[in-house]
């Protein structure tokens, strides 16, 4: 009787787990959940804006958050052209996103007629400007003699050929990306002073009745 007892005993303990607290191998795949009680608010929608020599996205990085407390990261490829002056929306909000995709359409459908209209911002005695988009367009008979880019404002700076008298002028635009344009007069010569709203790069092509600025 002895000898029966003794092997029932040992078939329990060869079945029994050497620790319940710790899961079967069977399940091992099932993640460990953090007892940490947290109450955060869903996400609705966040923002971040870019300093203005921001030109091309190239990834999106996010960072998250397991139901163990540990942390992990996801990113997506893009490499695409941007404008510095919007921001970069995050969102799970679908009507949002339907919103956004809409009125994406109708703006690319209204900049797609204006895109080659050019607007009259200032003119001077031997001087007219016109601006579309990020194009500044200068209708003058003279000669460009010269140009180049300062910073602290940032700005493009022509120099004209011609004896004159011109008084300074100086006319705000408050137009992105250009915000001021101002004309001086010189021995020889009247300097344009087109200021920027921020960093950027710039093409002078020089045309028949005058030069186009091309900001990049």
Same mark, same amino acid.
């Given at each position: 009787?002895? $000898?029966? %007892? !003794? @092997?029932?005993?040992?078939? *329990?303990?060869?079945?029994?787990?050497?620790?319940?607290?710790?899961?079967?191998?069977?399940?091992?795949?099932?993640?460990?959940?953090?007892?940490?009680?947290?109450?955060?608010?869903?996400?609705?929608?966040?923002?971040?804006?870019?300093?203005?020599?921001?030109?091309?996205?190239?990834?999106?990085?996010?960072?998250?958050?397991?139901?163990?407390?540990?942390?992990?990261?996801?990113?997506?490829?893009?490499?695409?052209?941007?404008?510095?002056? $919007?921001? %970069? !929306? @995050?969102?799970?909000?679908? *009507?949002?996103?339907?919103?956004?995709?809409?009125?994406?359409?109708?703006?690319?459908?209204?900049?797609?007629?204006?895109?080659?209209?050019?607007?009259?911002?200032?003119?001077?005695?031997?001087?007219?400007?016109?601006?579309?988009?990020?194009?500044?367009?200068?209708?003058?008979?003279?000669?460009?003699?010269?140009?180049?880019?300062?910073?602290?404002?940032?700005?493009?700076?022509?120099?004209?050929?011609?004896?004159?008298?011109?008084?300074?002028?100086?006319?705000?635009?408050?137009?992105?990306?250009?915000?001021?344009?101002?004309?001086?007069?010189?021995?020889?010569?009247?300097?344009?002073?087109?200021?920027?709203?921020?960093?950027?790069?710039?093409?002078?092509?020089?045309?028949?009745?005058?030069?186009?600025?091309?900001?990049?």
């Amino acid at each position: 009787m002895k $000898l029966l %007892i !003794f @092997i029932a005993l040992s078939f *329990i303990l060869v079945e029994a787990r050497e620790n319940p607290f710790f899961p079967s191998k069977g399940e091992q795949d099932l993640p460990y959940t953090s007892n940490q009680d947290r109450k955060l608010s869903p996400l609705k929608k966040a923002s971040i804006s870019l300093p203005s020599n921001a030109r091309v996205i190239k990834k999106v990085i996010v960072e998250y958050e397991n139901l163990d407390a540990s942390s992990a990261k996801k990113e997506i490829e893009l490499n695409h052209s941007i404008d510095w002056h $919007l921001p %970069i !929306f @995050i969102s799970q909000n679908y *009507i949002d996103e339907l919103q956004a995709h809409t009125s994406e359409a109708k703006i690319q459908k209204k900049s797609s007629k204006v895109k080659n209209s050019y607007k009259k911002i200032a003119e001077v005695k031997h001087a007219t400007f016109f601006i579309s988009n990020n194009n500044l367009k200068i209708i003058t008979g003279d000669k460009l003699i010269r140009n180049f880019l300062l910073g602290q404002p940032h700005r493009i700076v022509m120099d004209f050929k011609r004896d004159s008298s011109l008084k300074t002028y100086i006319k705000n635009v408050d137009k992105d990306p250009f915000t001021k344009i101002r004309v001086g007069n010189h021995d020889g010569y009247y300097r344009v002073v087109v200021e920027l709203d921020g960093y950027y790069r710039y093409k002078l092509k020089k045309q028949a009745d005058g030069c186009l600025v091309t900001l990049q």
